[in-house]
């Protein structure tokens, strides 16, 4: 605890007496006692900053100014913030000094200042003092751990929910999974495959190129409409001018968009960056190229994914003239090897073939005419779905019970 000053934060409770609590802990004469000084001689209509008290005349140590984060309108809402409230603040950093999370010798040397949440709608006084005291005293105890870790964001950073921001926006942190296409030109048809298809973490929904031919990238939004949480792939197949065409796929709220492995290195490189900027994954689709290591070499920007692509007609042509369809299995491990990216493979596949692409590595299986062909897309997906390890999601609690003791 060498540095300056410490932040925390915590979400303790629910309904209209939720409490978020923020917190800033350090030395008087650093940022936090700048931070606290501020607040307290420059307060804001409506955000006036008060001490914590356990009762009027006694301050607790070390000093803790509160801060609200919503306008105080009324004396209802002033009672609720200068009585429960301030209450749990200042029980909880009491009881924090006490248990030894903040040590007793740097009481008088450090300030805190605690930024609390109390809604206007909140009526029950006891959730209120209980929430923000268990706000208060866990985020104190983060901000003092230094809690959370890098390692611990980088970990979490594709699998969480933010609670209130009302959908989840899908990334593919735990491969395989199944990617169905909706190689049509029939939009009725394509969204009542996706209400027929299994509601899996596993799977993903490409707008195929067919569809967004036929009716623009705007399907996206169609698709989202009955799967809102979905992981939406628009085929793009861009060949030119791959900004605009991946921006104009992230505005339609697609989550990846295809580039062609066939155009030029300036497309490429433009549509990688572009969808890096987006947050939006870039598909390098290898369709007719012929070496497709040697082409993610050349380029300055590498592709999220890289898709495996045998072309229908050649796939066609094969099944026709009695050859079996050639995947480049080995390509699998040693593009993830060289690039760190996923692998992608298409190209008629079927449960049979999904075997070998999972067994030599493969990331996302891509299907089409197998499912969308077959008149009960549910049934055939799950075909894929059982040759997959259970949902990524599956045993994972809900909020922050991977917290490992000793952590915060």
């Known amino acids: 605890m060498g540095e300056s000053f410490y932040v925390g934060e915590a979400l303790i409770g629910s309904g209209y007496e939720i409490a978020h609590v923020d917190v800033v802990v350090g030395e008087k004469n650093g940022p936090a006692g700048l931070a606290f000084v501020n607040a307290l001689s420059n307060p ?20 803790t100014l509160i801060v609200p984060k919503v306008t105080v309108k009324s004396m209802e809402d002033s009672e609720k913030v200068f009585g429960p409230a301030q209450a749990a603040v200042a029980k909880a950093i009491a009881d924090a000094v006490e248990e030894g999370v903040i040590p007793r010798d740097k009481c008088e040397d450090w300030v805190v200042v605690v930024s609390v949440f109390v809604h206007p709608r909140a009526r029950d006084y006891r959730r ?35 609670p209130i921001m009302g959908f989840r926006v899908k990334r593919l942190w735990s491969p395989p999974y199944l990617q169905v296409a909706l190689d049509l030109s029939n939009l009725e048809k394509a969204l009542e495959i996706v209400k027929q298809l299994p509601k899996s973490e596993r799977v993903i929904i490409e707008a195929g190129t067919p569809l967004i031919k036929a009716y623009g990238v705007g399907v996206v939004g169609k698709i989202r409409e009955i799967w809102r949480d979905s992981f939406i792939v628009a085929d793009l197949k861009t060949m030119d001018v791959g900004r605009v065409e991946v921006k104009e796929a992230a505005d339609a709220t697609a989550d990846a968009v295809c580039i062609l492995a066939a155009a030029s290195k300036a497309t490429i490189d433009k549509a990688i ?29 590498k592709p999220d994914i890289v898709l495996l692509h045998v072309s229908a007609d050649v796939e066609r042509t094969m099944v026709e003239s009695g050859k079996p369809v050639e995947f480049k299995w080995s390509e699998i491990s040693e593009i993830k090897s060289r690039f760190k990216t996923l692998v992608a493979v298409a190209g008629g596949i079927t449960p049979i073939s999904a075997i070998d692409a999972l ?50």
Not at 369 to 386: D, H, K
């Open 44 to 63: 804001s209509v409506g955000h006036t900053a008060m001490f914590a008290v356990l009762r009027p005349n006694l301050l607790v140590k070390p000093s």
């Open 128 to 162: 209120i003092y209980q929430f923000n005291y268990a706000a208060t005293k866990l985020a104190v105890r983060r901000a003092l751990k230094e809690y959370p870790t890098v390692e611990k964001v980088l970990k979490e950073k594709d699998r969480v929910v933010h």
């Open 273 to 301: 960056l572009e969808a890096r900027k987006q947050g939006v994954y870039s598909i390098l689709d290898t369709i007719e190229v012929s070496n497709s290591i040697a082409k993610i070499e050349t380029l300055a920007y």
């Open 359 to 408: 067994k030599n590595g493969a990331d996302i299986i891509v299907v089409g005419r197998y499912i969308v062909g077959s008149g009960e897309p549910r049934r055939t997906a799950e075909q894929f779905l059982n040759l997959m390890p259970p949902e990524p999601d599956v045993m994972r609690l809900a909020l922050d019970e991977d917290e490992s003791v000793g952590e915060i």
